[in-house]
Every structure is written in structure tokens, then in C-alpha cells.
């Protein structure tokens, strides 16, 4: 994220980081690392992983509904806010 300026200044979206040890601040975040544990063992060097293997991954977590979401799956309001930019 060291573009999140660029970043929000494009989407209108702000980019809000966690305080260095301090998880509980965003729940959402260690929700995800739990997840993808399932996938890639902590330490794990990703750098060698395809672009296919880390999309097979990531289409099912986008995938499943979250309650933070009120159901809906991540995948969702990603569209919706991409319609809405352009």
C-alpha cells in the first residue's frame, strides 16, 4: 500500500492501517489472515507462487459471504464501486 494516497485520491476510498501490534484494531484483516492460513502456512515464501495458483485461492475467499458484509461476498461492493467509478 505505499501508493494509498494515489490510492484514495483516484477512489475517493480512505486507506486506515492498524496500529503496529495491535490486531484487535481490525478484526476483518486477522479474519482474512485466518483464512488464507488454509491455503499458505505462516512464513510461507509466496514470491514463488503463480498468478494462477494465488487467483485460485483468492476466487473462492471472494467468493464466500461475510457477516461484516451483511452477507454479501467480498466480490460485491467490489463491483458495485467499480461500476460507480467508471
Known amino acids: 500500500m505505499a501508493k494509498h494516497r494515489d490510492f484514495t485520491l483516484t477512489t475517493v476510498i480512505l486507506v486506515d492501517f492498524c496500529d503496529p501490534h495491535k490486531p484487535w484494531q481490525h478484526g476483518s484483516n ?4 485466518r ?3 488454509q491455503y499458505f502456512l505462516k512464513g510461507m ?8 495458483k494465488l487467483d485460485a ?11 461484516t458484509l451483511i452477507c454479501e ?3 460485491e461492493p467490489y463491483r458495485q464501486c467499480v461500476k460507480s467509478i467508471g
Do not use: G
Not at 486477522?30 to 489472515?33: D, L
Not at 485461492?57 to 457477516?67: G, S
Open 30 to 33: 486477522e479474519n482474512t489472515n
Open 45 to 52: 515464501d509466496l514470491t514463488n507462487l503463480s498468478q494462477a
Open 73 to 75: 461476498t467480498p466480490a
Open 35 to 37: 483464512l488464507l492460513r
Open 57 to 67: 485461492v483468492a476466487r473462492p475467499l471472494n467468493e464466500r459471504p461475510r457477516k
